[in-house]
C-alpha cells in the first residue's frame, strides 16, 4: 500500500500509519470477508482496548480499527476539532486504504462519530451498531460524580487508578472486580497524549445527533446495559424510538460489557450484521 507505511503483517492483521489531512493514523485491519466492520473506540482508547470483542467477532470478517487524532499510535490534532470532521477523516481514511461499503460500530463516545458517519456516508455506511452511546451533549447525562472521573485520562496511564474506580465508573461486569478492566488498558501499545484527550471531550461537547436522528435511514442496532452509569439506559429507548429502523438489544450489564464481557454480547452484534 504506497500510501501508507506498514509497520506489522501477521498472518491475519496488518498494522500501518496512514497520513489523512496532515495527520498520522494508526489503523489495524483484520483480513477477511465481506462487508469490512469498522470499530470506533471509547474517549481516550487506543484500539487495542477493543481487542476482546475482535476476537469474539466472526473469525471470517474483515473488521478496521484505528485510533483518533492523539489517542493510540496516531499523532494529535494541533487544533480542536468537530465530530463531523472527523467523519469526513474517517471517510478519506478508508478510501487511502482501499475500502468502500462498510458497517460501523461505535462504543460510548465513538458512537457519537458512528452516527455522524452513518449521516454524511448514506451509500456508504450500510449497517450500524451503537454501543452504550447517547446523542452527545442533548442526553440524560450520568451522575456528576460518575461523569468527574471522565475529565482526565488517567485510568489509561495508571491501571490501579482504573481499577480502584472501576465498578463505580463502568457498571456491569466491573462491579465483580476492575482488574479485568485494568488488563484490557494494559494492553495499549500507547496511551495518547492530554491535547487529544482535551480534544475529544471538547468534539463531544459541541455535538448531539438529537436533530438529526431521523435523518439516519441505515438499518442501526442499539446495544444498552441497564447497570451503566455513564450512559443511562433511557438514552438507548430515546435513539430507539428516534431512530427510524432500529433494533434495541437490552442486556444486564455496564458501560464496557462489550468488551469485559464480548463473548457474551457479540452473538448479537454478529447476528443483526448477517441477518439478510
Known sequence: ???TELFRRGDQFEDSVVPVGGRRIR???RRGTGVPLVLCNGIGAGLEVLDPLVAAMDPAATIISFDVPGTGGSSA????YTIPALACGLSRL???IGVGAVDVLGLSWGGALAQQFALQNPRRC???VLVATGTGALMIPGHPRVLAKMLTPRRFTDTGYAAAIAGDLYGGTARLGGEAVARVFRKQMHT???IGYLHQLLAGAMWTSLPILPLIRQPTLIVAGTDDPIIPIANAHIMNALLPHAT???HPGGHLDIVT?????APAVRSFLAAP
Do not use: F, K, Q
Request: proline share 7%.
Open 192 to 194: 495518547g497524549s492530554r
Open 126 to 128: 450500510r449497517r450500524v
Open 27 to 29: 489503523v489495524r485491519i
Open 77 to 80: 490534532s494541533p487544533v480542536p
Open 94 to 96: 478508508l478510501a487511502e
Open 1 to 3: 500500500m504506497s500510501v
Open 248 to 250: 434495541l438489544h437490552l
Open 261 to 265: 464481557n464480548a463473548a457474551d454480547l
